[in-house]
């Protein structure tokens, strides 16, 4: 056998591998590999590290679930019409003045059969048209009532209360509120009103956490913007 026959046959089987062989391959992949998976590791507890800073950041934050049922969704619709908004004082106005048109003719027209005639109509339409007002209202609160399922005490959204602001969830939308831009926070029978602004506020049902809520929220609002229902 040549010299060069020998050669060939011991590189061919040669126990020490080469760099092309397969077993350096493999070896090479196993070590891609076992890097790869420090490096998840890794970047795993990064990621629990970063999350436990923001737990213990927001750690004295309360979460409130707001079940809001039909009743509490027709006081809040009372208050914020006809106190807030004193959306009484035209019936009332308007009421008052046919009432007194109503006394002039009762009192001072000389024809007392077409005076009594002319006063119950004034005085009709006077107590009548108010009513049908508040009736119609009152209708249209009990359809979005309706509308919006609130026939029943159901998680409607969840409302945090942190340290520099208030997060809201409802469904796929998440909203955020600076503490200095609340309108006002009103206190009703077990329920209350968080104004993030004139025409947004959420409903806060008191629950097991309301407490710790309330007293966070009057830490970051002024007295002033403190009221009972």
Request: proline residues 1%; glycine residues 4%.
């Amino acid at each position: 056998m040549s010299l060069s026959s020998i050669n060939f046959l011991s590189n061919k089987y040669s126990l020490i591998p080469n760099k092309n062989s397969i077993i350096v391959k493999y070896s090479k992949v196993l070590t891609l590999l076992k890097k790869c998976k420090n490096f998840v590791f890794f970047a795993n507890k990064a990621c629990y590290n970063f999350n436990m800073e923001n737990k213990n950041k927001n750690a004295d934050g309360i979460m409130l679930t707001c079940n809001i049922n039909g009743d509490a969704f027709v006081r809040f619709a009372k208050y914020d019409t006809f106190k807030r908004k004193k959306a009484w004082k035209s019936p009332v106005i308007f009421a008052s003045i046919m009432s007194a048109f109503a006394l002039v003719c009762f009192t001072i027209l000389k024809d007392r059969a077409q005076s009594a005639l002319l006063g119950t109509v004034l005085l009709a339409v006077g107590l009548v048209v108010p009513a049908v007002y508040y009736f119609m209202y009152m209708s249209s609160v009990r359809k979005q009532v309706k509308k919006y399922g609130l026939r029943s005490s159901k998680a409607q959204y969840f409302v945090r209360l942190d340290s520099d602001r208030i997060h809201v969830v409802k469904g796929k939308e998440t909203l955020d509120h600076a503490w200095e831009d609340v309108y006002m926070f009103v206190e009703d029978k077990g329920v209350s009103y968080l104004y993030v602004s004139e025409t947004r506020a959420y409903l806060l049902v008191h629950g097991d956490n309301y407490e710790e809520a309330r007293k966070i929220i009057e830490s970051k609002i002024t007295k002033e913007k403190i009221k009972k229902a």
